[in-house]
């Protein structure tokens, strides 16, 4: 049986939404799942127009061949969307609905292997519980939602931030990210630069916190999208001075790191408060989390080490690129072909290439450029050749196999750079025209994780940002943080076994089994997802290598 989920690209008011995608789950198990970006080329595109079609032609596939199509959406009633017009290509009894963040929830859930375990989804806020109004804020509505998983379902056991004009975790952030001069998609930049601010500056104002007497988190800003001056009014109130909205222009001074961390902090102790509130209720010691505060990988090692959480499943594609993956697994338990149980998740899902037909392409770009050269190496020498480079200080555009779903580039579509040098980092965000403050992650073997940061968990997903030993900031200085963290990328040989030897050969040169790993994307731009987008992005972005399959164009 063929199950698609997909999420739509605006509600009936005619919002836009972000983030679309398109999944299709066959007997159980996951064939493929794909951003909308990834196919669109429009960074954060909503809907499924070009990913639906796309995964379908690379199966064989077309719309008539599905059995089910599960649909969600966001900032609406769930009961009123089926009069979509998006949706007019299917049969109307092939059709279901699922409300935002049981979305999310399945998409964690479903696949964390986890028996039973409770379930957080946090976000900026998902389907209207109550009413329908082109005003959403003005309604009941999701923003931090509770259930328990197990083998009988997914149980709902509460809300927080459910109320008309409430501002949950995921909203307070999107508020700090504008006031700080960066877009509502930029709220990794907020836990970046929060390394950087004063812990004690704000810390005397409550901005959210959890109440131990009624269980409930509480927020002390409303939710009011069409009013500038909420978060001017509280800073106002509380006795803030000198923290003026910065230009997106302006420098990023002392000020905008101090309220970087209040906001990080605050919004970490909040959620901190509750998951230990409901882990002590429920009795429950395993953790799945989702919706975009899921993100936030200092929460999460957080979370780890000060709550009596003892395993945490953060799926990669957390946000809502992960609302396609929740439907279709909620689809194919809907009919008995459950998913969960099925052992380590892959990341890898995106449309499987035949790398060598790609290439007379990308060799047709390429080929009247002066200075590039192609080669084809077998495997061990392809490994050989790419790690001597990286030791050598080149940056190396790297694709291989499926691309991940979510935002992380996993070692699929990334670019590489030598974590020993210092400039490494520099040179990666200069390529990639970000601020000097981003920091750049590591990836890094897992049997040999423990060695080099401060942890016993594996993190595949690259979503915990964990304390560094002492030695390792002078062994690897390009992906440690300002604060001596590091949000690492643990690889083993079975997630994926070509990125892994990758490492494990540069282990060999340089006796430290860690690459510098980012997505491989400029600016403005999703991350690649063809051969043909990798070499275009080689070129404009000025790599030392690119290296596809088993093919390396390299700059002579």
């Known amino acids: ?138 309604l009941p509505r999701e923003q931090s939602t509770y259930y328990i998983g197990s083998d009988r379902g997914i149980q709902l056991i509460g809300r927080d931030f459910d109320g008309p004009y409430e501002a949950g975790l995921g ?55 069409v009013n500038p001056a909420t978060l001017p009014r509280f800073f106002a109130e509380n006795g803030f001075t000198a923290v003026p909205a910065r230009n997106p222009q302006d420098e990023v001074t002392q000020v905008h790191f101090d309220l970087a961390r209040y906001v990080q902090d605050q919004v970490g102790d909040a959620l901190l408060g509750k998951i230990t509130h409901l882990s002590k209720e429920s009795g429950l010691r395993q953790l799945c989390l989702a919706g975009g505060v899921a993100l936030n990988c200092v929460i999460n090692d957080r979370i780890l080490r000060e709550t009596p959480i003892e395993r945490i499943f953060v799926q990669p594609a957390a946000g809502d690129h992960g609302q396609s993956l929740g439907n279709a697994i909620w689809g194919a338990n809907l009919v008995g072909e459950w998913v969960n149980g099925q052992g380590h998740f892959s990341p890898y899902l995106g449309i499987q290439y035949d790398w060598n037909l790609e290439i007379a392409e990308v060799s047709h770009i390429l080929a009247d450029r002066v200075g590039i050269q192609c080669t084809y190496h077998e495997n061990n020498t392809l490994l050989r050749v790419t790690a001597a480079r990286l030791a050598d200080g080149k940056i190396v555009g790297w694709v291989q196999g499926r691309s991940e779903i979510g935002p992380r580039a996993l070692g699929n579509r990334s670019i590489l750079a030598d974590p020993r040098q210092a400039s490494s980092k520099q040179r990666l965000n200069s390529i990639k025209k970000r601020e000097w403050f981003v920091p750049v992650a590591p990836a890094v073997l897992e049997e040999a994780a423990s060695e080099y940061f401060q942890t016993d ?33 643990t690889v083993n040989r079975e997630q994926n076994t070509q990125f892994y030897d990758l490492i494990a050969e540069f282990g060999k040169l340089s006796g430290v089994p860690i690459l510098a790993n980012t997505s491989f994307n400029g600016k403005g731009q999703p991350i690649v997802e063809t051969a043909k987008e990798a070499a275009i992005s080689f070129l404009d972005l000025g790599l030392d290598m690119l290296v596809i399959g088993n093919w390396i164009f390299e700059r002579s």
């Open 457 to 489: 968990w594996p993190s595949p997903y690259m979503l915990r940002a964990v304390p560094v030993r002492a030695m390792t900031s002078a062994l690897v200085p390009a992906v440690i943080h300002a604060d001596n963290s590091a949000r690492i990328q």
């Open 1 to 138: 049986m063929l199950i698609a989920g997909i999420n739509l690209g605006s509600t009936r008011s005619s919002k836009q939404l972000r983030d679309g995608g398109a999944c299709i789950v066959s007997d159980g198990r996951i064939l493929v799942a794909t951003a909308e970006e990834r196919i669109s080329r429009n960074k954060r595109a909503g809907g499924f127009d070009q990913s639906l079609p796309a995964i379908l032609r690379h199966h064989g596939l077309t719309i008539k061949d599905l059995d089910h199509v599960v649909v969600s959406s966001c900032c609406e009633n769930t009961d009123s969307i089926s009069g979509s017009n998006a949706l007019v290509s299917f049969a109307p009894d092939k059709i279901h609905f699922v409300s935002h963040h049981l979305s999310h929830a399945v998409s964690c859930f479903g696949v964390s292997n986890f028996e039973e375990a409770l379930i957080i989804v946090a976000d900026a806020g998902g389907s209207v519980l109550e009413g329908n109004s082109p005003k959403w804020w003005t």
């Open 171 to 225: 909203e307070i952030f999107r508020y700090f990210t504008h006031h700080l001069g960066w877009k509502s998609t930029d709220a990794g930049k907020v836990m970046s630069v929060a390394a950087l601010g004063d812990p004690k500056r704000f810390r005397h104002v409550s901005l959210v916190t959890f109440n131990s007497w009624s269980g409930q988190l509480e927020s002390s800003i409303a939710n009011d999208p």
